[in-house]
């Protein structure tokens, strides 16, 4: 089969990878209907992350081809979304709502590789969940964003603990962050403020819900919330950038008591300075985001158009095209890259 | 009056202090009943913070001698607890629940300094709660605590969502470690893991309600705690120290989804690594606690002698004999020490 392999940094090429097959009696194979480019893999890519002939890709639909013998609740011929973490579904961990934690976890970009044609999940059941019937192609990008940003923007805002009559800081305009912006207007925001200089996304986050748009960063950023919250900083605040920077700034925009919910993935060297965070009181939580938690409703949603998380991806291209994908995303070009097959 | 002043590093003094008035029309005046030396009071006397003849303490019961034109809930003759901040509990943060970060907040140790005989208590209704009536002699030190160490433990494991059928690891086996185990088993947990290698602090540890203790440190700590939880880690931490070895040890023994509650006072320079923070998917929440959003439970608990966070105290001397107390507490002779008047 084709697929995308990141031979060094800056440098993806589309070759040959050998065809998945069933190895485990709970894995799926499926073929992929879409996939994806994620912000964090433009890590590798401008190497800051090692990379060497990786098979690349994490997010992904399509339809199962092939089931092992245990699988329950997918079959051949089902069209799913699967999570960007394999989770088993049944561990004490994937039981109290944190399958991206799962004991027998794996991250799919690590072992998997979804920017292919085909791909073989581990823990079918645990990962995948079928979709009510195939979808409509419009659909498609909307179930393929829940595989990972939509799934992880709905986690930042729910561990943000967004709710009605709250005011919701985002740091950060991409795709996690605008679809932080949609996950906290569903979940009832009153206010909706989103940190971003870029014209294009400022656009696309008002049509998700932003109420105002915050073009300063750092410390003035700060004040700028702060002025608009009438000096006691935003209730909730998502996190999605990962920089020591961001986190400044979401520490700084929370008001004592207030939740901070990071998903922005923090790399070596990020620090959290604890006595700015001992004495400014808020709640702090984040990681990979257990997205397989999400999915049934997400899918839901999806399904009767009551969101179009979709409009994330600005660029689609065949997948033997990736490679102008990665180029489109590292300038900014793109927020979010969907490659067809 | 008189009253304990830190000369400098190492440097205890009891000399004469302006008796305090009424400034403001929410004051009240209280002369102490009892008061006491706080952990924290010996980072300045180890030189760790800077000190210069300073008023020290901020813990305190007493008897309201004098109280301001606008104060309506307490009057002279009232017994009282007051918390370790002022707050006035009519901001947005205090109705929140925060009065630790009330907009009008003050330390009480920055500026007030309550070893002494008498304190000029601002926002007397913010801050203070009188008791039901004068309570028994034996049921001071117990009032006591409740002005920081049981409403900072209390405060901990109330963060770290300590509840029925949880395992809870606390990280410090001093004052606030302790209180920390004492709300733990009044808030119903199945499982109270202490971190000591003290055999009195174990012996009090294990009466208000530890079911096990582990005495290994570091990483070794951490693998303890795995061990004893069927390698998942425990549902809450209390984290009671405040240095980087133990949000490390936080860290590592909390599953994934698990709460952290800490309230050891981070100081300058400690770090949490965010790519740890971010992978071990952990809450964390923590700071000054909101002692007066308790004390009116605190009270009722002590009042009906459902607990007895006295006994953390183990050694009592005069107000005169401070400088022995902090001696005694920074060589670890003692845990906790009660100053009496």
Redesign the interface.
């Known amino acids: 089969m084709r697929g995308v392999i990141m031979v060094g940094p800056g440098e993806v090429t589309v070759g040959d990878r050998e065809d998945p097959t069933i190895v485990d009696p709970t894995d799926a194979v499926i073929r992929l209907a879409a996939t994806c480019i994620c912000g964090s893999d433009l890590w590798p890519y401008r190497g800051v992350e090692p990379v060497d002939h990786t098979a690349m890709g994490h997010e992904y639909v399509g339809v199962v081809e092939e089931v092992g013998s245990e699988v329950k609740t997918v079959a051949p011929g089902d069209f799913v979304v699967g999570s960007f973490v394999i989770s088993c579904g049944e561990c004490?961990?994937c039981r109290?709502?944190?399958p991206?934690?799962c004991?027998n976890f794996e991250f799919v970009s690590a072992t998997i590789g979804t920017q292919a044609e085909k791909a073989r999940i581990p823990y079918a059941d645990g990962t995948l969940v079928k979709t009510p019937g195939r979808p409509d192609p419009d659909l498609i990008p909307s179930l393929l964003a829940a595989s990972d940003v939509l799934g992880t923007g709905w986690f930042a805002a729910d561990a943000a603990r967004v709710g009605p009559g709250k005011t919701v800081a985002v740091v950060g305009d991409g795709a996690v962050g605008l679809m932080g912006v949609l996950a906290a207007e569903r979940m009832g925001a009153e206010r909706i403020i989103v940190m971003s200089r870029h014209p294009e996304r400022q656009r696309l986050a008002r049509e998700y819900g932003a109420t105002d748009v915050v073009e300063e960063r750092g410390d003035e950023g700060v004040a700028k919330i702060m002025e608009l919250t009438?000096?006691?900083g935003a209730h909730s605040v998502i996190e999605a950038v990962?920089t020591q920077e961001s986190?400044r700034q979401a520490i700084g925009a929370c008001?004592?008591?207030g939740h901070i919910g990071?998903v922005g993935?923090?790399?070596?060297g990020?620090?959290?300075?604890?006595?700015q965070?001992?004495?400014?009181?808020?709640?702090?939580?984040?990681?990979?985001a257990p997205v397989r938690r999400y999915l049934p409703d997400l899918i839901d949603l999806i399904w009767k158009r009551e969101i179009d998380p979709g409009k994330v991806f600005d660029l689609a291209l065949p997948l033997e095209r990736a490679a102008e994908g990665y180029a489109a995303m590292d300038e900014r070009r793109a927020t979010k890259v969907m490659l067809t097959l």
Chains 1, 2 share one sequence.
């Open positions: 004490p961990i109290e709502g944190y991206s934690k004991v009438g000096g006691l990962g986190f008001r004592p008591g990071f993935v923090a790399h070596d990020v620090t959290l300075p604890m006595d965070v001992f004495f400014a009181e808020v709640h702090l939580f984040g990681g990979p």
